[in-house]
């Protein structure tokens, strides 16, 4: 905390190598280290302050993925930094507890920024969900995983070559190797009966599909937002760019057990479903239970009383993605696609009018899926959210509910979270007035 009672927090951006393979260095960029950043951690009613500076080569921002926050604060592709400056956003966290992150997001460069290893977990804890008797030892029972998939060359070096689409890509770069909170082939040991574990997609296009090798259930307690309104029991995840969710496993003494990504349910046609990873399986982390496991309390039934979608006040909005755009348009820094009024829930239908898998993430805002093509959502989909996968010629229905910080010249971004897509021009801006 600072002398005026803001939680301070420091990023320095900065080059480093790691040795994701044994023996061999990779060249990364990371976050007060040399790949990825840490996690930050803020309750509501923080002031927050953050000094970002950047040591890298080339100009970058750093954006709060689902944070609650004015949009000049918001680190998107208006908030550059040079290199060597320091950009210092500050405001009130006022969400409810949530998990988080932060990446690069300057216009046509944030697929390579964030592959290079810009990113990081910010949790939000909320005094009104404090007491529930979840899982909160961090590191021990509840653990962040950050799951991110690499191409890494026999020399060490990060490949690049498919960074953006075209070719044979259809959805930018997919890596062979596996990486979680830039580890690959992790173990964890289990010391208690439950584990929550705090799942978070920071892949540049890779779509998982979640779940044990021994088919275990588990609970779904939070999705990108913040808690469900009771545990969900699942067997399967899936969970595209950007999406975050919460999950609490039980272990039993003695497992041995591995969280996988089963091929994931793309919905596109034959071809892209192979192009995109549809058929691809990978392991995770290895969990191995110690024996005796330490007890936890039981997960309570009712987690809180605020997950149904508030009515929609504003107007419609329809947005098809068409070739790498939003109803025809790509990305301009100085054009307007939307206003919307501050505090307000519009519904907005974003419709994909293309055989490629998209998803859709909205900034300055968070929502309900209302429907899929039409249907009541999957159980995965009920939470509040920020970022949802868009089948192939499917339409999603959304309540958005906006923040209430009106700015009529900083706008929040819009835009489809598969890095190589987003740089490539699909995104929009709107303002909240
Ligand atoms: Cu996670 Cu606009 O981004
Ligand atoms: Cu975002
Ligand atoms: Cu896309």
Same mark, same amino acid.
């Given at each position: 905390t600072?002398?005026?009672?803001?939680?301070?927090?420091?990023l320095?951006?900065?080059?480093?190598?790691?040795?994701?393979?044994?023996?061999?260095r990779? +060249?990364?960029w990371g976050?007060n280290?040399?790949?990825?950043?840490?996690?930050?951690?803020?309750?509501?009613?923080?002031?927050v302050?953050?000094?970002?500076?950047?040591?890298?080569?080339?100009?970058?921002?750093?954006?709060?993925?689902?944070?609650h926050?004015?949009a000049?604060?918001?680190?998107?592709?208006?908030q550059?930094?040079?290199?060597?400056a320091?950009?210092?956003p500050y405001?009130?966290?006022?969400q409810?507890?949530a998990?988080?992150?932060?990446?690069?997001?300057?216009?046509?460069?944030?697929?390579?920024?964030?592959?290079?290893?810009?990113?990081?977990m910010?949790?939000?804890?909320?005094p009104a969900?404090?007491?529930?008797?979840?899982p909160?030892?961090?590191?021990?029972?509840?653990?962040?995983l950050?799951?991110?998939?690499?191409?890494?060359?026999?020399?060490?070096t990060?490949?690049?070559s498919?960074?953006?689409f075209?070719g044979?890509?259809?959805?930018?770069?997919?890596?062979d190797?596996?990486?979680?909170?830039?580890?690959?082939?992790?173990?964890?040991e289990?010391?208690?009966?439950?584990?929550?574990?705090r799942?978070?997609?920071?892949s540049?296009?890779?779509?998982?599909?979640?779940?044990?090798?021994?088919?275990?259930e588990?609970?779904?307690?939070?999705m990108d937002?913040?808690?469900l309104?009771?545990?969900e029991?699942?067997g399967r995840?899936?969970?595209s760019p950007?999406?975050?969710?919460e999950?609490?496993?039980?272990?039993?003494?003695?497992?041995?057990v591995?969280?996988?990504?089963?091929?994931p349910?793309?919905?596109?046609?034959?071809?892209?479903?192979?192009?995109?990873?549809?058929?691809?399986?990978?392991?995770?982390?290895k969990?191995? +239970?110690?024996?005796?496991?330490?007890?936890?309390p039981?997960?309570?039934?009712?987690?809180?009383?605020?997950?149904?979608?508030?009515?929609?006040t504003?107007?419609?909005?329809?947005?098809?993605?068409?070739?790498f755009?939003?109803?025809?348009?790509?990305?301009?820094m100085d054009?307007?696609?939307?206003?919307v009024? +501050?505090?307000?829930?519009?519904?907005?239908?974003?419709v994909?009018?293309?055989?490629?898998?998209?998803?859709?993430h909205?900034?300055?805002a968070?929502?309900?899926?209302?429907d899929?093509?039409?249907?009541?959502?999957?159980a995965h989909?009920r939470?509040?959210?920020?970022?949802?996968?868009?089948?192939?010629?499917s339409?999603?229905?959304?309540a958005?509910s906006?923040?209430?910080?009106?700015?009529?010249?900083?706008?929040?971004?819009?835009?489809?979270?598969?890095?190589?897509?987003?740089?490539?021009?699909m995104?929009?801006?709107?303002?909240?007035v």
């Amino acid at each position: 905390t600072d002398a005026d009672g803001r939680r301070r927090f420091r990023l320095e951006l900065r080059t480093g190598s790691t040795e994701f393979l044994p023996g061999t260095r990779t +060249a990364t960029w990371g976050a007060n280290g040399s790949y990825l950043g840490p996690t930050l951690r803020a309750r509501r009613g923080d002031r927050v302050a953050v000094d970002v500076t950047n040591r890298l080569p080339e100009t970058t921002s750093i954006h709060w993925h689902g944070m609650h926050l004015p949009a000049r604060m918001d680190g998107g592709p208006h908030q550059p930094i040079a290199r060597d400056a320091t950009w210092q956003p500050y405001w009130t966290v006022d969400q409810p507890a949530a998990t988080l992150w932060y990446h690069p997001h300057l216009h046509q460069v944030t697929a390579p920024h964030v592959y290079r290893g810009v990113a990081g977990m910010f949790l939000v804890d909320d005094p009104a969900t404090d007491d529930l008797p979840l899982p909160k030892r961090y590191g021990v029972d509840d653990v962040p995983l950050i799951v991110q998939d690499k191409k890494i060359a026999d020399d060490g070096t990060l490949d690049e070559s498919k960074m953006t689409f075209g070719g044979l890509t259809v959805t930018g770069l997919l890596g062979d190797k596996i990486l979680v909170n830039g580890t690959y082939d992790p173990r964890f040991e289990v010391t208690t009966e439950l584990v929550r574990l705090r799942l978070l997609n920071a892949s540049n296009a890779r779509i998982y599909h979640v779940g044990f090798a021994d088919d275990r259930e588990f609970a779904l307690i939070a999705m990108d937002a913040g808690l469900l309104g009771a545990p969900e029991r699942v067997g399967r995840l899936p969970l595209s760019p950007g999406e975050r969710a919460e999950i609490v496993v039980r272990f039993a003494p003695g497992d041995d057990v591995v969280l996988k990504s089963f091929p994931p349910p793309l919905r596109a046609n034959v071809a892209y479903e192979r192009l995109a990873g549809g058929d691809d399986e990978h392991d995770l982390v290895k969990f191995v +239970a110690v024996d005796p496991l330490r007890p936890s309390p039981a997960l309570p039934a009712v987690l809180t009383s605020t997950p149904a979608p508030p009515p929609t006040t504003g107007e419609e909005f329809r947005l098809t993605m068409g070739d790498f755009t939003f109803n025809g348009r790509t990305m301009e820094m100085d054009r307007l696609d939307r206003v919307v009024g +501050a505090g307000t829930v519009e519904r907005w239908d974003v419709v994909n009018g293309q055989s490629i898998p998209h998803n859709f993430h909205v900034h300055g805002a968070s929502f309900h899926v209302l429907d899929v093509d039409g249907g009541a959502p999957p159980a995965h989909l009920r939470g509040v959210k920020d970022t949802v996968y868009v089948a192939p010629g499917s339409t999603v229905g959304l309540a958005v509910s906006f923040l209430p910080h009106s700015d009529p010249r900083s706008p929040y971004m819009f835009h489809c979270h598969l890095l190589a897509h987003e740089d490539s021009g699909m995104m929009g801006q709107f303002v909240t007035v």
